[in-house]
């Protein structure tokens, strides 16, 4: 199984990214998505997930109506769409999925190797 996160880089305050999340070895229908980042000196956070059916929806405070994570389950990939980007968003970016039909709020069974993104003001 490997995730693979991509789309990084380097933006100023107010550009968008889109961080794309494809998978090998497994398929993401019924399976919950997420999206988490570090900042440096900080731990991990939570950014944004979708419940395994697609139904539901839930962001950080810090992102919500900046940020929207979709799939698109043909090309087996989950996306982090990111507008209106603050230096504060800066951060390495990670996707995770889950086993098949697990509760977004578990810890996620699998990790993507991250990707870089960086806001300056």
């Known amino acids: 199984v490997q995730l693979q996160a991509s789309g990084g880089g380097l933006v100023q305050a107010g550009a968008s990214l889109r961080l794309p999340c494809a998978a090998s070895?497994?398929?993401?229908?019924?399976?919950?998505m997420q999206w988490f980042r570090q900042a440096p000196g900080k731990e991990r956070e939570f950014v944004a997930g979708?419940?395994?059916?697609?139904?539901?929806?839930y962001y950080a405070d810090s992102v919500k109506g900046r940020f929207t994570i979709f799939r698109d389950n043909a090309k087996n990939t989950v996306y982090l769409q990111m507008n209106s980007l603050r230096p504060e968003d800066t951060g390495v970016y990670y996707c995770?999925?889950?086993?098949?039909?697990?509760?977004?709020?578990?810890?996620?069974?699998?990790w993507g190797q991250g990707t870089q993104v960086t806001v300056s003001s």
């Open positions: 995770a999925t889950h086993r098949l039909l697990a509760d977004i709020t578990s810890t996620p069974d699998y």
């Open positions: 070895g497994l398929t993401f229908i019924n399976r919950a």
């Open positions: 979708n419940t395994w059916s697609g139904g539901r929806t």
